[in-house]
């Protein structure tokens, strides 16, 4: 594996991801309840000690709190951070308490608790978007073009020129949406539809498990269907690409490089490495018709394992196609995006529950940053890529039914809803209380789990 960024980078790139999304969160409830007329004590960065803040005109306190963990929106007539509320005989005036969080309507109290979760879901509705409209979305023949070893579909019967059309139900358009099923699912048992000689066929598929590790040595267990799903079909090109200038096109099929037959795209690279300042021949089908193009190989440079710099041969294509989309299908490209990642979310905390994962998986404030250090690194796409994870995080954390958290308020709200009356203070601020003592074990816990993981303590 390569090495890890180090420690500064870490911190740097640690602040840089998590003190703007929680930035956005606050001004999320902040806005909302200003627009409301609710008036706000404090709008903090952080917790505990302040470092350095000022006051604003309306006599809000804006400041940066010493443990970067977070932050909070006080509002007027709150007891403590949590929005625990006053008790009645804070001799408040009708005007000040009309001021209050707690003196306005049912239906503005939950839009403003609301409001912060959402600014991290709209973030990253955008953050996607943004990637759809400027990059396209990857499109690729969702026909198995070869099978790795011991693999679960060959195992299952499925063949060589299969399509996949659906897997348990759902609709599969490119090989590029296949991961969504069955990344997240090892050992789960799918029905794989696929096209055959003209005839569709449904085929049960139990999933193999499988543990990978990236470049930085960070593992995971994921489901793995054993195919190679992209055949040899240029899709694009690279820069200034080789293969271009020699006159291969899109949509060409690549058959083989210098007389070695080319099964699948996983096979091209395998192929081309080697020969870096050669010139080689490929073999390509277009339009039913077999040519011979002779490609001058050019040298790239790549990080091997070790993270030592390795010269490599390249010809600069790209599997699949971009498809080029428009404003409003790229932001719902984002929004289907951003819920599929909340379903992962959900299913990989279902998951530690049932024991089908371990709660060695379970991230807290160091993995976070040591992944923020570690995306840093890879460049800003990569980085902003993973900003927009974090951002839906904390919607989807925030938005759990816990006392203390957007959603445990927004639970009080529904009982309130239900009963015709708020619960009473007493029992919001136990509620609270322990919804605070739960959520501070379990950041004790994952922080723990994360140190355990550290090199420098065997992990």
């Keep these: 594996m390569t090495g890890s960024p180090g420690l500064l980078t870490t911190i740097f790139a640690f602040l840089l991801v998590l003190g703007p999304l929680v930035l956005i969160h606050e001004l999320g409830h902040y ?28 006599g809000t306190r804006w400041k940066l709190s010493a443990l970067p963990l977070g932050g909070y929106v006080q509002f007027f007539g709150d007891m403590n951070p949590s929005s625990a509320p006053s008790p009645r005989d804070d001799g408040l005036t009708p005007q000040e308490r009309s001021q209050t969080f707690h003196a306005k309507p049912l239906w503005q109290r939950a839009l403003i608790v609301l409001a912060g979760p959402m600014t991290n879901l709209l973030l990253c509705v955008a953050i996607f978007a943004g990637f759809y409209g400027v990059y396209g979305r990857l499109v690729a023949d969702a026909e198995i073009s070869g099978f790795s070893q011991n693999s679960a579909a060959q195992k299952a019967g499925l063949r060589l020129g299969d399509r996949i059309v659906a897997i348990d139900g759902e609709k599969v358009e490119s090989a590029t949406e296949i991961g969504d099923h069955t990344l997240y699912f090892p050992g789960k048992t799918l029905s794989i539809a696929v096209e055959r000689e003209g005839r569709t066929l449904v085929v049960p598929v139990t999933l193999a498990s499988q543990e990978l590790s990236d470049k930085f040595g960070n593992k995971a267990k994921i489901g793995d269907l054993g195919v190679e799903m992209l055949p040899a079909v240029v899709g694009g090109f690279y820069g200034d690409s080789p293969a271009e200038k020699a006159g291969i096109e899109v949509g060409d099929r690549i058959l083989a490089v210098n007389g070695v037959a080319v099964a699948g795209f996983e096979d091209i690279p395998r192929l081309i490495r080697p020969n870096a300042g050669r010139t080689v021949e490929m073999t390509v089908r277009r339009d039913g018709e077999v040519r011979m193009v002779a490609v001058a190989i050019a040298q790239g440079t790549v990080t091997d394992a070790q993270g030592k710099p390795e010269k490599v041969g390249q010809i600069g294509v790209r599997a699949g196609r971009l498809e080029q989309v428009g404003p409003l299908r790229a932001v719902g490209l984002g929004v289907s995006q951003s819920f599929k990642v909340m379903g992962t979310m959900v299913t990989g905390i279902v998951q530690i529950f049932t024991g089908d994962r371990s709660v060695r998986e379970l991230g807290g404030p160091v993995k976070i940053a040591q992944y923020s250090g570690q995306q840093f690194s890879l460049g800003w796409e990569a980085f902003v890529s993973f900003a927009a994870l974090i951002s839906i995080n904390l919607a989807f954390i925030n938005l759990l039914p816990i006392p203390g958290l957007d959603g445990g308020h927004l639970a009080f709200y529904a009982a309130e809803l239900v009963r015709r009356k708020p619960l009473g203070v007493r029992s919001q601020e136990w509620a609270i209380r322990t919804g605070v003592a739960l959520v501070l074990a379990l950041m004790l816990f994952v922080t723990v789990n994360d140190l355990a993981q550290l090199p420098i303590f065997g992990g």
């Design 31 to 58: 806005l909302v309840g200003r627009l409301f007329g609710v008036k706000a004590e404090a709008f903090s960065i952080g917790f505990g000690k302040e470092l350095a803040g000022w006051t604003d005109k309306r």
